[in-house]
């Protein structure tokens, strides 16, 4: 792999060419854990747009973005962090973030419930037009991994409505703003990790610094106005017993100007038994000494929100002590590109 291949996805959109594109990602899966996306539907000016708001809100005063911080979104993890506020196997991620997530009613029976992630988002008073684009974004990209999803159980020899049928009824899913500042040299952004759902999708600005590790070493994955980077998570390998491999991946920080991403992730729903799929072949690999992190993804039974759970409160650890269920979460961060 020398580097991330892209693949026209408009025939899938369209209906005309499943098999086609089905192939190729199946084959990207596959070989490589990542691929790029073009004629996703989803218009490229959409992207500037967000990018160009999410520099507004970052460029706020500090007291300005603490009316929207974290900490007051309780348990539906939404809001604000500042620079060096989360954390990747231990240590901060320099860059800055917003979460956001499905807007849920006070009414809903899981924000009723307390159930975590499940919510309200946290809307910031300027820039206004931050929600309204951001509403329409999250429903964009929704449906486009609905799309994606299909040519992947088509790919797996399934029907190409299956996996969407068994776990994507009511899918977790989940948009991030990033900021990384730029800095001399070539410095951490974000420390070695896989993300723990099903299907990332990534839009980041020209400032580049997102790699992905090979056998042969990391490589660059340079930004394309008009693509969108995917990646398998843990889930995924999980689904397809290490048929297609969740890929380790981190940033760089910039060192000319900052670095403006927007990853959405595409997971399974919160309470989906995330079981391997019944294909052919041996039994899902003990792949710990494979992994960034040196545990196995196979070894989990239970659904994708508790596998979740067990993750997310080291990302924000005085958080996770107040808002999360008690216990001994252990993880890495989710959300960082």
């Not at 899938?12 to 192939?23: C, E, I, K, M, S």
């Not at 809903?108 to 975590?116: I, L, S």
């Amino acid at each position: 792999m020398t580097a991330v291949p892209t693949i026209d996805v408009g025939p899938l959109l369209d209906g005309t060419d499943l098999d086609a594109v089905a192939g190729a990602i199946d084959h990207a899966c596959r070989e490589f854990g990542f691929f790029s996306v073009v004629n996703h539907g989803v218009d490229p000016e959409r992207f500037a747009t967000v990018a160009s708001l999410a520099r507004e809100f970052f460029a706020l005063p500090p007291e300005r973005k603490q009316r929207v911080a974290m900490s007051r979104g309780g348990v539906a993890w939404r809001g604000w962090f500042p620079l060096d506020g989360e954390l990747t196997s231990g240590i901060p991620d320099h860059k800055e973030g917003y979460y956001f997530g499905r807007e849920l009613p006070a009414t809903d029976p899981r924000v009723q419930a307390g159930t975590p992630l499940h919510g309200p988002n946290l809307w910031p008073e300027e820039p206004a037009a931050l929600r309204e684009v951001l509403t329409d974004s999250m429903q964009a990209l929704e449906t486009l991994g609905g799309h994606l999803t299909r040519a992947i159980s088509y790919a797996l020899g399934l029907g190409a409505d299956t996996l969407n049928d068994w776990w994507f009824r009511d899918p977790v899913v989940l948009l991030r703003l990033f900021q990384y500042p730029a800095g001399p040299g070539a410095t951490r952004g974000v420390g070695e990790h896989t993300d723990y759902g099903f299907l990332t999708m990534l839009w980041q600005d020209t400032s580049g610094g997102l790699q992905v590790r090979t056998d042969a070493g990391w490589i660059d994955v340079p930004p394309e106005p008009a693509a969108l980077v995917c990646n398998i998570g843990d889930m995924l390998d999980r689904l397809t017993r290490g048929r297609y491999r969740s890929t380790a991946h981190r940033v760089v920080s910039p060192s000319a100007t900052d670095r403006i991403s927007v990853p959405f992730f595409f997971d399974p729903d919160w309470d989906a038994r995330v079981d391997a799929l019944p294909l052919p072949g041996a039994a899902p690999p003990d792949d710990a000494n494979h992994r960034w992190d040196g545990t196995s993804v196979h070894t989990f039974d239970g659904t994708y929100g508790e596998y979740l759970m067990t993750k997310v409160a080291k990302v924000f650890p005085e958080l996770g002590s107040e808002v999360l269920p008690t216990g001994s979460p252990a993880g890495e961060s989710p959300s960082s590109r």
